[in-house]
């Protein structure tokens, strides 16, 4: 209870010590009435709380639900690009990895068939010459697959 409200009580109670036996009723009225809207604010007070209690949780857990599905909706779409990313990084290095074996491949056979054919000045020149053109289609195609390293 407010303080007030106690005085006004403690006063009501000191009147009907002074005024004797016949305002009796009176002031009890009077008491009951001031005693009963002190209640009433109380329990109205109680039932506000808990229903703006009720109401901000039930909010709340509509808000976390809704936030819950895009944030897994958003982390999902996350996982699968990187795993996208992941699988054409793996076939992108495989792709590499059989360009540079077999351009070396096609160099090492036309080296031996130069120069198994005629060696000379000019077989190594060309030897040297097909080395130079398969390390720059190797560079080349390394460069555009992968710019930002």
């Known amino acids: 209870m407010a303080a007030d409200r ?9 009147a009907l010590q002074e005024l004797g036996t016949g305002y009796d009723q009176a002031l009890a009225e009077g008491l009951i009435e001031r005693i009963g809207t002190e ?33 897994q909706r958003r982390r999902a779409r996350r996982m699968l690009r990187a795993e996208r990313r992941m699988t054409q990084a793996d076939r992108s290095g495989r792709q590499s990895i059989m360009l540079a074996l077999g351009s070396m491949l096609v160099a090492l ?7 198994k054919g005629s060696p000379g000045g000019a077989a190594i020149m060309l030897m040297a010459l097909i080395w130079v053109i398969v390390g720059i289609i ?10 930002q390293q």
């Open 39 to 71: 209640i009433d604010q109380r329990i109205a007070a109680e039932i506000g709380n808990r229903v703006t209690a009720e109401v901000d949780s039930r909010i709340l857990t509509q808000l976390d639900r809704y936030a819950g599905c895009r944030h």
């Open 6 to 14: 106690r005085a006004e009580i403690a006063a009501s109670v000191a």
């Open 138 to 147: 190797n560079v080349t195609y390394a460069v555009r697959k992968h710019p």
């Open 109 to 115: 056979s036309v080296t031996a068939i130069v120069l």
